[in-house]
């Protein structure tokens, strides 16, 4: 008795029920009772156990009935149900299966225990019984009938239920079941249970100040139209109140109660007396919606109602709260954070839809590549906030030019891709349209305190016209966007197939770079560096040739340029210093007098993450001593990150490698940053020097080189010095070194070896 209905207080009544009948017993038969008195007894206390208890003939008539079974069955007197079957009592589907029951414990003798099945006892309501029945025997052991136990677990059952349908929604929350599905499947869940009500779940507006979106699959669809935009407030009815104080709000009866006064006229015609509502509260309790409750009857509800309420609203609260979560995040991952302008990954879906749409109607569609011209420099000279801000602004400006149906989709840094769609197919038209977005970029704005003017370069294909697929057409519009940057930037380029044929030839010229490099056909020369006041070559640059099988020597000047474009300097370049450390160390070990290599970095190179432990394992590798190798770092590879450069500097300057730039006076480094660089050699620009001594200003500049690097005690080597009045132009100036064609051009090892090395084994030393 202590599960179940019952309970533990049903169980403890019955005990005290039964002591209080045992001492009755006692005290009026003595403690000796007769079988007449012992029957008595039996029968009061059969009778006031709540459970059904009874017996029934082998054809299923009742023979016996304790006093919960007649009562329930709608009697007041056991004669009443002795004689009857099931098939009097219940309907014929409930009562065949109680009889198919019975006939097995009859053929079988044994005993059914704690069969759980449905009756309708109660006036038509659902029940479900618990019952234990056993064969009834005589004296002779002969089975008779049936004895059966039932309790009633309609109770216990319908909590059951609940927990399955709870862990229904919970499911359902986990597989994204749509909001609306989810909703309806809530209420049902609970109308089931609750009789005579219908439930309804609103969610709030964006601004959070009406209902919204009601689903309420039992409320007549009119009425849930009539509260779509439900104002929220202090007197708001039953919902709108709840909302607005986010605590729950179980209205009694809507004629009387000031909270529904303002809104008679909307509840009045579908008869609603009663509505319990609850706020929808998020994990960090703000309001996302309400659940409610709505009864034709007045009335509140009773405590297993309002806890029904509070764990719909929660289970409600938690599906809106994750769709958000879910929203959020596919946002994230299709946006850009800073501009909230889409990213590449909505293009593809984008273009097919508008493509598909073109074919249909004839019209265009437009795709252009863009990238803002020198926004490096903004970022550099203004901080990278101006630089987010200048981004902004531009992705700003450009959705202000585009229609619905367009897309501007950030790519990266500051390259965006424009779509146009439906466009009329005119090529002017369509040019027009972008040189209208580029006019909108290029308006002057003001950026930390500066006002500046930002251009772009675009490179713009049509389709149906210039390419078949989404790849096409990107890889068209980049090689467009590539000419417009040659073009001298802030410029605007259609692609044309001559571009193609440009791209599809660069393409092969990458791929024999990369198989040049496989096969070990690039070489390098070296060029000495004179030291004046000595009359010795301390050093010699490291440059490297491409020994072509047909073509001979190519110079880097042919293919450095793409191989920086496509990243394959970092292999290259790789191959160079360790080849130009190598052959240092063959000289050493070959027994010259020492010398410096000086070895070319490309900007891509310097960026990657790994390169300085790549220096260092090179170095080990090939065992020459650090002080032995200079690397040549461009102006315009510090200037592209200020900060980041001179952090690698000083772990190059760390390993005991030397530091010079190149090509100096060529990009803008500014002469408080150069303070800050750890390098201890400029190399003055052969530029300046080719003209010394007809150009005035070339001079002018160089002689400030020379005393700049003297002010900052760093040595000063000029290069591409050709004649001797360039040399002693120099000379007088205060420079020191040269390196140029005055000494030597830059030579094969063995002849490097063999002029300015003179009497050494030459074999010996050639690496
Ligand atoms: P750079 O580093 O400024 O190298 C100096 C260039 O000037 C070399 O051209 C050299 O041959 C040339 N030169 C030297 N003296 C004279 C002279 O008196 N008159 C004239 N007209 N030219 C002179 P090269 O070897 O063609 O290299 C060109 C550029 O290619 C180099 O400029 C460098 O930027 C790049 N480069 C060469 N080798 C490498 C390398 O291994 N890695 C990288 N990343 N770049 C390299
Ligand atoms: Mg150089
Ligand atoms: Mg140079």
């Known amino acids: 008795m ?12 019955l005990i005290e029920a039964t002591r209080r009948l045992a001492s009755e017993a006692a005290r009026l038969y003595g403690p000796r009772t007769d079988i007449a008195e012992r029957h008595y007894w039996l029968e009061t206390m059969v009778n006031h156990i709540p459970d059904y208890i009874y017996a029934k003939d082998l054809q299923g008539r009742f023979l016996l009935a304790n006093e919960a079974t007649v009562r329930d069955n709608g009697f007041s007197e056991m004669h009443e149900i002795v004689g009857l079957t099931d098939f009097d009592l219940h309907a014929e589907d409930i009562a065949a299966r109680i009889a198919d029951g019975e006939r097995q414990v009859i ?7 704690g069969l759980e099945e449905r009756a309708a006892v109660d006036k038509g309501n659902e029940r479900w019984l618990m019952t234990s029945k056993v064969p009834l025997r005589d004296k002779l052991g002969r089975t008779i009938g049936t004895v059966g136990v039932s309790r009633d677990i309609t109770d216990r059952k319908r909590a059951e239920q609940l927990m399955i349908g709870q862990t229904r929604v919970l499911e359902m929350i986990a597989k994204d079941t749509p909001l609306d599905d989810l909703f309806r499947e809530l209420i049902l869940m609970i109308e089931a249970h609750v009789p005579g009500v219908q439930g309804a779940v609103y969610m709030l507006t964006e601004d959070g100040q009406r209902l919204m979106k009601g689903v309420a699959p ?28 986010g605590q729950p709000v179980f209205v009694g009866d809507i004629l009387t109660d000031p909270l529904w006064a303002a809104y008679l006229d909307v509840v009045q015609p579908f008869g609603f007396r009663a509505c319990w509502a609850a706020p929808l509260l998020s994990f960090h309790g703000k309001v996302l919606g309400t659940f409610a409750l709505y009864a034709k009857t007045p009335g509140l509800p009773a405590d297993p109602v309002s806890d029904l309420i509070a764990m719909a609203a929660r289970l409600a609260a938690i599906a809106i709260e994750r769709r958000e979560a879910a929203e959020r995040i596919h946002f994230m991952a299709h946006h850009d954070a800073l501009t909230g302008l889409p990213n590449r990954s909505m293009l593809d879906g984008h273009m097919e839809k508008a493509m598909t749409a073109a074919r249909e109607t004839g019209e265009w569609v437009a795709l252009a590549f863009l990238d803002l011209d020198n926004f490096k420099l903004v970022n550099d000279s203004l901080g990278h906030n101006a630089g987010d801000e200048l981004l902004r602004t531009v992705a700003q400006r450009m959705s202000l030019c585009v229609r619905k149906g367009d897309m501007i989709i950030r790519v990266g840094g500051d390259e965006f891709i424009i779509l146009l769609t439906g466009l009329q197919a005119d090529r002017e038209l369509v040019l027009s349209r972008f040189e209208g977005i580029r006019s909108a970029i290029a308006r002057p704005m003001t950026l930390a305190g500066q006002t500046l003017q930002v251009t772009c370069s675009m490179g713009v294909v049509c389709y149906p016209e210039q390419g078949e697929s989404t790849g096409e057409l990107l890889a068209n519009a980049d090689a ?9 930037r802030n410029n605007l380029k259609l692609f044309s197939s001559e571009m193609a044929d440009a791209a599809r030839a660069k393409l092969v010229q990458v791929e024999a770079l990369r198989q040049a490099l496989e096969q070990g056909e690039f070489v390098l020369h070296y060029q000495p560096q004179l030291d004046l006041a000595s009359g010795c070559v301390f050093a010699a640059e490291a440059l490297v040739r491409w020994n072509h099988p047909r073509h001979g020597l190519i110079s880097p000047a042919d293919f ?71 690397l040549e770092l461009t102006e315009s590879l510090i200037m592209q990150d200020v900060p980041q450069a001179i952090a690698t500097m000083h772990e190059l300057e760390a390993l005991g490698v030397r530091l010079a730039i190149d090509d100096f006076g060529t990009g803008y480094s500014s002469l408080s940053a150069l303070k800050r660089f750890p390098v201890s050699r400029l190399k003055i620009d052969r530029s300046f020097v080719k003209d010394i001594p007809g150009d005035e200003d ?39 070194e040269i390196q140029g064609y005055w000494v030597s051009r830059p030579l094969p090892p063995l002849a490097f070896v063999s002029q300015f090395a003179p009497g050494l084994a030459l074999e010996a030393m050639s690496a």
């Open 2 to 13: 202590s599960d179940g209905l019952s309970g533990d207080d049903d169980t403890q009544r």
């Open 107 to 113: 053929a079988s003798g044994e005993a059914i225990i």
């Open 218 to 245: 039992g409320l007549d669809p009119s009425y849930t139209a009539a509260i779509e935009g439900f104002p929220i407030g202090p007197n708001s009815g039953s919902c709108g109140t709840a909302a607005y104080l």
């Open 480 to 488: 467009a966007m590539y000419r417009a940057k040659a073009f001298g």
């Open 560 to 630: 450095v340029p793409l191989a920086e474009e496509t990243g394959l300097i970092v292999d290259i370049g790789e191959w160079v210093l360790d080849a130009a450390c190598r052959q240092n160390r063959a000289w050493q070990d070959a027994g010259l007098p020492s010398l410096i290599v000086s070895v070319n970095v490309s900007a891509r190179q310097f960026a990657e993450k790994a390169w300085v432990s790549r220096v260092a394992r090179t170095l080990a590798d090939t065992g020459l001593d650090p002080q032995f190798l200079e």
């Open 698 to 736: 070339d001079m002018a500049i160089t002689a400030a080189i020379i005393s700049l690097a003297q002010k900052l005690k760093l040595d000063v080597i000029a290069e591409g010095v050709e004649t001797q009045e360039q040399l002693d132009f120099l000379r007088e100036s205060g420079c020191n």
